[in-house]
């Protein structure tokens, strides 16, 4: 991949009041691994961010994430769904994101990966849904991955071998 460039979005407060009346505080279905809702908090915030970094640089989007399991953004055809990971620290390049087995059949084209923490979002990089089935290691439960003893099946690739975020505006944006 060209590198990478991973952009940082402070969280706005109002962010945090939409999630708050966007999650359930309850586990999202039976592989969620954060208690009390919290992976389902840091999803909303990760998917205010992306539309705060669309909105940075002019790209037109759909929000549907209320309306569609699959996907979160509809940008000139391209489905898109955000995968956030709650964190205490920034990432590294070599550190990991995982999707999780049962969610392979999700109708999207495509993914950006986020970092959530209490304080800011980082935009770690995109890639395509069919590229990141066909790269990335696979584990299975109870595997242990990069340190992380997993604990459904997944899939996993560094933020080093995604796309960079900048990347994705030449994809996006018509001309």
């Not at 060209?2 to 586990?27: C, H, L, P, T």
């Not at 089935?133 to 899939?155: I, L, N, P, Q, Y």
Request: glycine fraction near 8%.
């Amino acid at each position: 991949m060209a590198g990478v460039k991973m952009k940082q979005i402070f969280i706005r407060e109002s962010w945090v009041e939409y999630a708050k009346r966007n999650y359930s505080g309850d586990k999202y279905n039976q592989n969620t691994l954060l208690p009390a809702g919290r992976g389902q908090f840091a999803g909303v915030i990760g998917e205010c961010a992306v539309g705060r970094y669309f909105l940075d640089t002019g790209i037109d989007f759909d929000y549907d994430a209320r309306e569609s399991y699959d996907y979160d953004f509809v940008v000139n055809g391209y489905r898109i769904d955000v995968k956030s990971k709650y964190s205490v620290g920034d990432p590294k390049p070599h550190y990991t994101v995982r999707i999780p087995e049962y969610q392979r059949n999700q109708d999207c084209d495509l993914y950006i990966f986020t970092y959530v923490t209490d304080s800011k979002v980082t935009v770690l990089g995109y890639m395509n849904k069919d590229d990141f089935w066909e790269t990335a290691s696979c584990a299975k439960a109870g595997d242990k991955a990069d340190g992380f003893t997993e604990r459904v099946d997944c899939h996993y690739i560094e933020i080093e071998n995604l796309h960079p975020i900048e990347n994705l505006e030449l994809k996006l944006i018509e001309y």
